[in-house]
């Protein structure tokens, strides 16, 4: 017997005010670093984000906060 995974209907799906979600064309993803990490970009060094922001560029709203580290590893 298999076990149907469960949906939580009450979590509210991450959108702006405009009702785009992060994968909408309009949304970009914004890293925050560390002193470090900015450092490393400037001297042209990747580095990996502590942080992704989703902000939508038709209203300036940012909307979504995550700090998963497979998404970070996606920014990287």
Do not use: W
Not at 22 to 39: D, I, K, Q, W
């Amino acid at each position: 017997m298999t076990q149907e995974p469960t949906i939580d209907l009450t979590s509210k799906a991450r959108t702006c005010s405009c009702g785009h979600g992060r994968e909408h064309h309009l949304v970009s993803p914004e890293g925050v670093y560390t002193m470090s990490g900015y450092l490393r970009l400037f001297f042209g060094i990747s580095a990996r984000p502590t942080k992704v922001k989703y902000r939508c560029r038709r209203c300036n709203e940012v909307f979504s906060v995550t700090t998963d580290p497979a998404i970070l590893d996606q920014h990287y």
